[in-house]
């Protein structure tokens, strides 16, 4: 039951890309592709911005895409925008019913 | 409109215990799949425990087998957690939270506000 990893920090100027990586093993990430990315901004609950690695949920903007790579996961949002500057979490599942999350990533939008 | 609202946290001493509850509405609560997920102050999320539409299967992170309880009621929308022997680390805001699947889905679509539970001499 160990974390993903996630770098602690990305940045980006508005209208630019950013990509926030999240590697896993064999037995999380890459075993299944039960990826997602939440957003959540000072104070508030987590919102669910990505499922099953590259699906969105209804209302969440089409710059937010993931995708996955073996036993990374990748969440890029493209043309920053201020609003975008949160901190990002992924999880996945992990087998036998057991869920982890990565550490977190605060995307600064410079 | 789904909603999910938590209570029961608050300050409690170590060893000492809490039953969290959350209230669900806007969805058929028996359809899904439910979890519990803590946020300590300042750090990231952890995963806590699930619980499938029936209460057949309901398994735990490893730091809180054999102290909490998951349960559920679904004649009343309700998830509960039961916290016993707490310890100064469980110190954390607990998330109610949705999954997207009668089982357990494969993600978790809304999450409550929190309630803060706070471990403490």
């Known amino acids: 039951q160990s974390a993903l990893t996630q770098p602690p920090s990305a940045s980006g100027s508005p209208g630019q890309s950013v990509t926030i990586s999240c590697t896993g093993t064999?037995?999380?990430?890459?075993?299944?592709?039960?990826v997602s990315w939440y957003q959540q901004h000072p104070g508030k609950a987590p919102r669910l911005m990505i499922y099953?690695?590259?699906k969105r949920p209804s209302g969440v903007p089409d710059r937010f895409s993931g995708s996955k790579s073996g036993n990374t996961a990748s969440l890029t949002v493209s043309g920053l925008q201020a609003e975008d500057e949160a901190d990002y979490y992924c999880?996945?599942?992990?087998?036998?019913?057991?869920?982890?999350f990565g550490g977190g990533t605060k995307l600064t939008v410079l | 409109e789904v909603q999910l609202v938590e209570s029961g946290g608050g300050l409690v001493q170590p060893g000492g215990s809490l039953r969290l509850s959350c209230a669900a509405s806007?969805?058929?609560?028996?359809?899904?799949?439910m979890h519990w997920v803590r946020q300590a102050p300042g750090k990231g999320l952890e995963w806590v425990s699930g619980i499938n539409w029936n209460s057949g299967s309901a398994p735990y992170v490893d730091s809180v087998k054999g102290r909490f309880t998951i349960s559920r009621d679904n004649a009343k929308s309700s998830l509960y957690l039961q916290m016993n022997s707490l310890r100064t680390e469980d110190t954390a805001l607990y998330y109610c939270v949705k999954g997207n699947g009668k089982y357990w889905g494969t993600t978790f679509d809304y999450w409550g506000q929190g309630t803060l539970v706070t471990v403490s001499s």
């Open positions: 806007g969805f058929i609560f028996d359809n899904y799949g």
């Open positions: 064999s037995s999380d990430v890459g075993g299944y592709n039960y």
């Open positions: 099953e690695v590259s």
């Open positions: 999880s996945s599942y992990a087998g036998n019913s057991i869920w982890v």
